[in-house]
């Protein structure tokens, strides 16, 4: 699976992974390792109680501070008072480091810096949350790509000199000669990454006014004529 | 091979010489596929490929059943909501719209080598590509004093047709103030919210008639799909009627006696006026006979549903090991597009796009109060992962309810559509 990342463009690039497939949350293997940072409060598995920390079974879409019977923090009472759920994300920031989503939080933890170790310890929680096999609504156990365009629109097959046609259009902005001094750069990129780009901004999933207005006027043929012909300038 | 009628009738020492004779007449070189089990994976499957193929590949449907009756809704006829035809589905139209060639018979066995497929008639039929939607069976002794010849008597109606049919007549022949004891799966188990839906049917048309009967759950598991919805629904509409018996309280330990008609609960004898046992579960058997399972299901690979066992076998829907996706006509029906694009690519020159799969259960609480969950699944490199889900909220109106369970109406017609044509 090729992933494309301009970097250059990191505002409004988008990070596309090419072909079919979620991400794991992370190794869960690797995060029952890091897991012992853990073990000398927290307890997860088959008799997990509270201890010094609470248990985390079941810890993925719980509410914070639910644990009846635990004695959580003022603080970690009023960051749940105030709606604060377990998820994927909220736990990334907690992990990364306590304080920095729960101020008062008595887990004294110095947190962990490195996203790698903070999504492959969150896998490995992951494994005591229920299944969603079993109950649908259960947390996701992936990330997953991020777009939703009908596969027949990507199917389009372009034909470069219509799009060479289209283009001039294009080129008032974007370098044709792939530079970038402030307008992202569009030559070379895969033509099913352009063509999901040109949709989200003709769906306004992207937010940019004026790619907004042009791709709103552009057909499903006509983007991926320019895709074609943008992908393939060096050639 | 064609068959020789002289031959066929006749002697005994002749036919044992021959071959087992083809189902299906010569192909003229067209590639074939085979899909056992006519539900909806299955069924699915073959249409789409067979639709989707412009006459270029041969498909054949094994499935038993002349008359499919859906498990989805099939709680709606328990609790008098449908009737049983409005259930019952035909494959005519698969037959004479598509050209599926549908066979009315059982797959008995597999030869992976050969490439043909047994049939209980006696028959054979080669494939090119098999797929398997054979759903579930149950395992044997899962529930102490269980077995399929109790089950006129304790019917788990989780394979619909006559069992649902039997276990209506048995809640409404209950006594007054009788008790209804279901016996609930553990994990995994076809349609997680489905037993929980039945119990709500099951108080809704006590409801009406008996309404000091009583309904007991003995749940060896200790959560449940949609438990909160359930659970709130449950107190809102047939308050004091249902007790729901998970582990904590002995609810995995359970014996039952079809003879005396009692419930034996982690030591306490129920008297029960009707009882539902729905045992535990594992994939249709001919998965196994095929050697694709891994203890009790088939693993499959995320992106086409082909079984790690063998490239040009693929299983669908509940027999499979699917990820984190349920166990549901939803989620099967979603399979078998996947899994239909994917056989196309690989015996003709279709084009093959990524995987993309999806779910929604709904659920009918009591009349005009319907609930769903569900949620979007893409293959990663280990498993079917859930990438997003939703699901009802506790404190919606009854006009967002009702407009759920109309919703569901609409699916049903849908996805029966998508099915049979």
Redesign the interface.
Do not use: N, V
């Given at each position: 699976m090729k992933t494309t990342c301009r970097t250059a463009v990191i505002a409004l690039a988008l990070c596309v992974a090419q072909?079919?497939?979620?991400?794991?949350l992370g190794d869960a293997a690797r995060g029952e390792t890091l897991f012992r940072h853990c073990k000398a409060c927290h307890q997860v598995g088959q008799g997990a109680k509270d201890r010094v920390g609470p248990h985390l079974n079941d810890l993925f879409g719980r509410r914070a501070g639910s644990h009846e019977g635990y004695r959580y923090s003022k603080a970690m009472m009023r960051a749940a008072a105030g709606g604060l759920e377990w998820h994927a994300d909220t736990l990334h920031i907690y992990l990364e480091n306590p304080k920095n989503l729960v101020s008062g939080t008595r887990m004294s933890f110095a947190g962990l810096p490195e996203a790698r170790d903070r999504a492959d310890l969150l896998a490995y929680l992951r494994v005591f949350s229920?299944?969603?096999?079993?109950?649908?609504?259960?947390?996701?156990?992936?990330?997953?790509?991020d777009h939703t365009i009908d596969?027949d629109i990507?199917?389009i097959v372009g034909d470069p000199e219509y799009g060479e046609y289209l283009s001039s259009e294009c080129t008032t902005c974007h370098r044709a000669d792939g530079g970038d001094s402030g307008i992202p750069s569009i030559t070379l990129w895969p033509e099913e990454d352009f063509v999901i780009a040109m949709h989200a901004y003709k769906n306004a999933y992207r937010t940019h006014p004026v790619m907004q207005m042009i791709a709103g006027r552009l057909s499903d043929e006509e983007i991926a004529a320019l895709a074609a012909y943008f992908g393939s300038l060096d050639q | 091979m064609t068959l020789n009628r002289r031959v066929f009738i006749g002697s005994a020492t002749a036919a044992a010489t021959l071959t087992a004779p083809m189902v299906q007449a010569a192909s003229h070189g067209k590639p074939r596929v085979v899909v056992v089990g006519g539900g909806a994976g299955g069924a699915t499957a073959a249409r789409y490929i067979a639709k989707d193929s412009d006459g270029e590949i041969d498909v054949i449907l094994i499935e038993p059943t002349k008359t499919y009756y859906t498990c989805f809704f099939s709680n709606l006829v328990i609790g008098g909501f449908r009737d049983i035809e409005s259930i019952a589905h035909s494959y005519g139209t698969l037959a004479r719209e598509y050209g599926v060639n549908v066979v009315h018979d059982w797959a008995v066995g597999v030869d992976r080598d050969a490439k043909s497929v047994a049939l209980a008639g006696g028959g054979s039929v080669a494939y090119d590509k098999l797929i398997l939607g054979p759903g579930i069976d149950f395992i044997d002794g899962s529930v102490p004093g269980w077995d399929v010849t109790a089950q006129n008597v304790m019917p788990h109606a989780y394979k619909a047709g006559s069992q649902t049919e039997l276990l209506k007549a048995q809640v409404m022949a209950m006594p007054e103030g009788g008790t209804f004891v279901m016996v609930a799966p553990p994990n995994p188990f076809r349609c997680p919210p489905g037993p929980y839906e039945r119990v709500s049917m099951v108080a809704h048309a006590l409801k009406q008639g008996n309404p000091t009967a009583k309904i007991i759950i003995a749940d060896p598991k200790e959560n449940f799909s949609k438990q909160g919805l359930f659970e709130e629904g449950w107190e809102q509409h047939y308050p004091g009627m249902i007790t729901r018996i998970g582990p904590d309280f002995g609810g995995e330990n359970v014996t039952v006696n079809p003879d005396e008609m009692t419930v034996d609960i982690d030591g306490e004898v129920i008297k029960a006026a009707a009882c539902n046992v729905i045992p535990a579960q594992k994939a249709g058997r001919i998965a196994e006979l095929a050697g694709v399972t891994e203890g009790n299901w088939a693993p499959v690979n995320p992106t086409d549903m082909s079984s790690k066992a063998d490239p040009d076998i693929y299983v669908l829907g509940d027999a499979a090991a699917q990820g984190d996706m349920p166990k549901s006509g939803f989620s099967a029906n979603s399979q078998a597009k996947v899994c239909a694009n994917a056989v196309r690519g690989a015996l003709t020159d279709a084009r093959v796009f990524p995987a993309k799969y999806a779910n929604t259960c709904w659920s009918l609480i009591a009349a005009e109060d319907g609930v769903k969950v569900g949620a979007a699944y893409e293959p990663t490199e280990e498993k079917i992962a859930s990438v997003d889900s939703f699901i009802s909220q506790n404190d919606e109106d009854a006009a967002t309810r009702a407009a759920t369970y109309r919703e569901s109406l609409g699916w049903y017609d849908g996805i029966t559509a998508d099915m049979f044509g």
């Open positions: 072909g079919a497939g979620a991400q794991d229920a299944d969603p096999s079993d109950i649908p609504e259960a947390d996701p156990t992936a990330t997953g790509t596969p990507l199917a | -």
